[in-house]
């Protein structure tokens, strides 16, 4: 299906609310029947007819056929958090007593849904370095019923072969999720790959304007309506329908905001690699990147996200770069409008920094939708301030 009529018209039934150009938000939280036969027969297909707004709404189930196609997907759900689908996708697939391969350095709630939770519930894990697929095919176990990914992930971008992953995964009867928020669908596309499930933080790219926390979730019909009736409507993790909104707007401009960053980002990374002060950048289009050649083959485009380490003296060094930026603002998360910057220095004194390996002068920079020139200059002048002292 064409990008341009997802985004603009499929799912948009302008006749059902007076022609309004944009859609309304259905704030309700149930629906009315003229008759108890109506009643009956919309209870019987709670995923597709408005009957309850945790199992459906009109607004949200636009937003699903959006994303099912941008994903290339049967059917998509929308979670309230990007943590949710995950969750849902995951423990949609496995009981006690079964196993799952996942990528090492997934995303961090990801990582503990599997040692935290799941662990309770005796499902076990193996974590594996992704970047040579003999790997997953070492630690399957004859329990094994998953084998989780997240290519590349979204702090030293380490990527996995998806298609040879996949190709290891049906011999054995395995399920294969992947988390894509990195690329979003405008760069990379799972299911046409062989993934079975695909998960995005839509907080990120999706939504990219920094105001709403969603997930979400794109799979087969089978998949799906299974998902549905356990943990949707189960754990209950919905999106509410204004957010469901924001979300429709946001994607509106998903491949120009895609284009521009990642346009902006290509420039910011010449400059960084150039530049004395860095000594090593972590971007898989970048023709240094050990998985270079694999980024480009499953990868249309690579996004705005990077990483580098700095070569300054100390701590106090890398306070003085960070704190000198004008345009890029200190926060986590990433894919809104406003470029960022996270500084590993930041955990170094928390437990968590006895986590992670990655140095204190390591930042992860996201790139948005600000000027080329502008960005590289506020480097620039926050790089002189740094060195000053
Ligand atoms: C942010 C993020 C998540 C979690 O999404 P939320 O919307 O914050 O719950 C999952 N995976 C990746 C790669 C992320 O960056």
Same mark, same amino acid.
């Given at each position: 299906?064409?990008?341009?009529? *997802?985004?603009?018209?499929?799912?948009?039934?302008?006749?059902?609310? /007076?022609? #309004? %150009?944009?859609?309304?938000?259905?704030?309700?939280?149930? /629906?009315?029947?003229?008759?108890?036969?109506?009643?009956?027969? !919309?209870?019987?297909?709670?995923?597709?007819?408005?009957?309850?707004?945790?199992?459906?709404?009109?607004?949200?189930?636009?937003?699903?056929?959006?994303?099912?196609?941008?994903?290339?997907?049967?059917?998509?759900? $929308?979670?309230?958090?990007?943590?949710?689908?995950? =969750?849902?996708?995951?423990?949609?697939? %496995?009981?006690?007593?079964?196993? *799952? %391969?996942?990528?090492?350095?997934?995303?961090?709630?990801?990582?503990?849904?599997?040692?935290?939770?799941? #662990?309770? /519930?005796?499902?076990?894990?193996?974590?594996?370095?992704?970047?040579?697929?003999?790997?997953?095919?070492?630690?399957?176990?004859?329990?094994?019923?998953?084998?989780?990914?997240?290519?590349?992930?979204?702090?030293?971008?380490?990527?996995?072969?998806?298609?040879?992953? $996949?190709?290891?995964?049906?011999?054995?009867?395995?399920?294969?999720?992947?988390?894509?928020?990195?690329? !979003?669908?405008?760069?990379? &596309?799972?299911?046409?790959?062989?993934?079975?499930?695909?998960?995005?933080?839509?907080?990120?790219?999706?939504?990219?304007?920094?105001?709403? $926390?969603?997930?979400?979730?794109? =799979? !087969?019909?089978?998949?799906?309506?299974? *998902?549905?009736?356990?943990?949707?409507?189960?754990?209950?993790?919905?999106?509410?329908?204004?957010?469901?909104? @924001? @979300?429709?707007?946001? @994607?509106?401009?998903?491949?120009?905001?895609?284009?521009?960053?990642?346009?902006?980002?290509?420039?910011?990374?010449?400059?960084?690699?150039?530049?004395?002060?860095? &000594?090593? $950048?972590?971007?898989?289009?970048?023709?240094?990147?050990?998985?270079?050649?694999?980024?480009?083959?499953?990868?249309?485009?690579?996004?705005?996200? /990077?990483?580098?380490?700095?070569?300054?003296?100390? *701590?106090?060094?890398? +306070?003085?770069?960070?704190?000198?930026?004008?345009?890029?603002?200190?926060?986590?998360?990433?894919?809104?409008?406003?470029?960022?910057?996270?500084?590993?220095?930041?955990?170094?004194? =928390? +437990? &968590?920094?006895?986590?992670?390996?990655?140095?204190? &002068?390591?930042?992860?920079?996201? %790139?948005?939708? +600000?000027?080329?020139?502008?960005?590289?200059?506020?480097?620039?002048?926050?790089?002189?301030?740094?060195?000053?002292?």
């Amino acid at each position: 299906m064409d990008l341009s009529y *997802i985004i603009n018209h499929l799912g948009e039934n302008r006749e059902q609310y /007076f022609n #309004a %150009v944009s859609p309304p938000i259905m704030q309700s939280s149930n /629906f009315t029947f003229n008759n108890v036969g109506q009643m009956r027969q !919309s209870l019987k297909d709670e995923l597709n007819v408005p009957f309850y707004t945790r199992g459906g709404n009109p607004t949200i189930t636009m937003l699903r056929q959006k994303i099912a196609a941008l994903e290339h997907a049967e059917d998509a759900l $929308v979670f309230g958090s990007g943590s949710a689908a995950v =969750s849902a996708a995951v423990m949609s697939q %496995v009981k006690a007593g079964d196993h *799952i %391969v996942c990528v090492a350095k997934p995303y961090s709630w990801t990582n503990k849904l599997l040692t935290k939770l799941l #662990a309770r /519930f005796g499902v076990t894990h193996t974590f594996v370095d992704g970047t040579d697929t003999a790997n997953f095919a070492a630690a399957l176990q004859p329990n094994t019923r998953l084998i989780f990914l997240e290519s590349p992930n979204t702090m030293t971008f380490e990527l996995q072969d998806i298609p040879a992953v $996949v190709a290891l995964a049906k011999q054995h009867n395995c399920v294969t999720v992947i988390d894509n928020s990195y690329s !979003s669908p405008i760069y990379q &596309n799972p299911i046409r790959m062989g993934v079975d499930i695909v998960v995005h933080s839509a907080t990120k790219y999706l939504n990219g304007h920094s105001d709403a $926390v969603i997930g979400v979730l794109c =799979s !087969s019909h089978k998949i799906v309506r299974h *998902i549905f009736e356990g943990e949707y409507m189960t754990l209950g993790g919905i999106v509410s329908p204004n957010d469901a909104w @924001l @979300l429709l707007r946001g @994607l509106r401009t998903l491949p120009i905001r895609m284009k521009q960053t990642s346009e902006t980002a290509a420039q910011v990374v010449a400059y960084l690699e150039a530049h004395p002060l860095v &000594n090593k $950048v972590y971007y898989p289009f970048s023709p240094t990147f050990p998985q270079h050649d694999l980024a480009r083959r499953q990868m249309s485009g690579c996004s705005s996200l /990077f990483s580098f380490e700095l070569n300054l003296p100390d *701590i106090a060094a890398m +306070e003085r770069f960070c704190n000198s930026l004008q345009y890029f603002l200190l926060a986590c998360s990433w894919g809104g409008h406003e470029s960022l910057i996270f500084p590993l220095c930041v955990l170094h004194t =928390s +437990e &968590n920094y006895q986590q992670t390996t990655l140095p204190w &002068n390591f930042v992860r920079m996201y %790139v948005g939708l +600000e000027d080329a020139k502008t960005l590289i200059q506020d480097i620039g002048q926050a790089f002189e301030k740094a060195e000053k002292g």
